[in-house]
T-cell receptor
Framework: GAVVSQHPSWVICKSGTSVKIECRSL??????MFWYRQFPKQSLMLMATSNEGSKATYEQGVEKDKFLINHASLTLSTLTVTSAHPEDSSFYIC???????????FGPGTRLTVL | GQNIDQPTEMTATEGAIVQINCTYQTSGFNGLFWYQQHAGEAPTFLSYNVLDGLEEKGRFSSFLSRSKGYSYLLLKELQMKDSASYLCAVKDSNYQLIWGAGTKLIIKP
């Protein structure tokens, strides 16, 4: 099956710093990538959808200037959490799908802890 | 509004069968997914239904009734490793995935 990787798998940072999370599709071309956030014991919350070469579409309530998404190639998307605060601590998961495909393939997730 | 309902938590015994229900009200329908998510890990794909009926895949089966806005995931011969959250998700008319809150399944020996 298709493989999606994320890096780093976990990160601890100080409040006010920025953190970049990478999402890569390893064996297929991901025309669309999705970024999710999941707080403990809660369901996945879609943050944004990005199509390769286009600006990301953010869900209502997600700050575009705080969560910067770049999908510059068919195999890589990045999420940058700018000026992170403790309330941004969460499990961030990306998923990817190829053109015309129904199934999304999930990365292993990145656990962010902001001190 | 769009809504996916599934039980919060279920308990079953090792070796038994359990059925996890999911009802949905969405703007349009372009398929229903079931994912398994172990604690601290990302979801993994289990099944995809777009037509009515039962799809069987090993110990897991998924059923869909579009007229009733209803699906279930059936797990047979339960194993301890099946303890996880099971997420129901529906793709709406805009091809956006709408996620349920997940059902935490606890397997007891």
């Amino acid at each position: 099956g298709a493989v999606v990787s994320q890096h780093p798998s976990w990160v601890i940072c100080k409040s006010g710093t920025s953190v970049k999370i990478e999402c890569r599709s390893l064996d297929f071309q991901a025309t669309t990538m999705f970024w999710y956030r999941q707080f403990p014991k809660q369901s996945l919350m879609l943050m944004a959808t990005s199509n390769e070469g286009s600006k990301a579409t953010y869900e209502q309530g997600v700050e575009k200037d705080k969560f910067l998404i770049n999908h510059a190639s068919l195999t890589l998307s990045t999420l940058t959490v700018t000026s992170a605060h403790p309330e941004d601590s969460s499990f961030y998961i990306c998923s990817a799908k190829g053109m015309g495909e129904a199934e999304q393939f999930f990365g292993p997730g990145t656990r962010l802890t902001v001190l | 509004g769009q809504n996916i309902d599934q039980p919060t938590e279920m308990t079953a015994t090792e070796g038994a069968i359990v059925q996890i229900n999911c009802t949905y009200q969405t703007s349009g329908f372009n398929g229903l997914f079931w994912y398994q998510q172990h604690a601290g890990e990302a979801p993994t794909f289990l099944s995809y239904n777009v037509l009515d009926g039962l799809e069987e895949k090993g110990r897991f089966s998924s059923f869909l009734s579009r007229s009733k806005g209803y699906s279930y995931l059936l797990l047979k011969e339960l194993q301890m490793k099946d303890s996880a959250s099971y997420l129901c998700a529906v793709k709406d008319s805009n091809y956006q995935l709408i996620w349920g809150a997940g059902t935490k399944l606890i397997i007891k020996p």
